[in-house]
């Protein structure tokens, strides 16, 4: 069965610096890979995804992720935090070869921190 | 844009209710999505239903049941509320399983 790892439940960066979350996979094939955000009492918006194609992918507000299939990683990246960056942040994966039946698998998500 | 609404933003239940959350979305999409969230657990799904009348179970349906008799409609059913139900409840809807998903503004529901 697929699932998703993500390194950290907390992390907090200085405005500027850079952000890194990390996210590892497993799947059985090559699947498509969703990191989304959640901003306070909302809904999840997606960040961006990675379904084929190039492996560096760029998203909404200077994010983007590379899928690492050797690592079976799909980490998330921005050069430089901004306050409006502080949110809660979600990897999901979908495994296409199974089933039909399949919805996405969530990471337990991290919370990244922002001070000035 | 894709557009999914819930009926609450907030609720507050009396254990042993019977609860109705509903979600509409308006993109004709095939699939939609309950699940909910907890801090330090994540999304987890409750049942999804990918058409009319048809659902399948999630990861946790025990105590919940759901409905959807139109294809942009899908209810999340508490039979009996109970404190352990006390939660953020989001809906979302996808055009195909594995794709996209796209999220309600979540219904934060208390059970007393």
């Known amino acids: 069965a697929q699932s998703v790892t993500q390194l950290g439940s907390h992390v907090s960066v200085s405005e500027g610096a850079l952000v890194l979350l990390r996210c590892n996979y497993s799947s059985s094939v090559p699947p498509y890979l969703f990191w989304y955000v959640q901003y306070p009492n909302q809904g999840l918006q997606l960040l961006l995804k990675?379904?084929?194609?190039?492996?560096l992918v760029k998203g909404i507000n200077g994010f983007e992720a590379e899928f690492k299939k050797s690592e079976t990683s799909f980490h998330l990246t921005k050069p430089s935090a901004h306050m409006s960056d502080a949110a809660e942040y979600f990897c999901?994966?979908?495994?296409?070869?199974?089933?039909?039946?399949?919805?996405?698998?969530f990471g337990k998500g991290t919370t990244l921190s922002v001070s000035s | 844009d894709v557009k999914v609404t819930q009926s609450s933003r907030y609720l507050v239940k009396r254990t042993g209710e019977k609860v109705f959350l509903e979600c509409v979305q308006d993109?004709?999409?095939?699939?939609m999505f309950w699940y909910r969230q907890d801090p330090g657990l994540g999304l987890r799904l409750i049942y999804f239903s990918y058409d009319v009348k048809m659902k399948e179970k999630g990861d946790i349906p025990e105590g919940y049941s759901v409905s959807r008799e139109k294809k942009e409609r899908f209810s999340l059913i508490l039979e009996s509320a109970s404190t352990n139900q006390t939660s953020m409840y989001l809906c979302a809807s996808s055009v195909g399983l594995g794709e996209t998903q796209y999220f309600g503004p979540g219904t934060r529901l208390l059970v007393l």
């Open positions: 990675y379904t084929t194609g190039a492996t």
């Open positions: 993109m004709d999409h095939e699939n």
């Open positions: 999901a994966v979908s495994d296409l070869g199974v089933e039909a039946g399949t919805a996405l698998i």
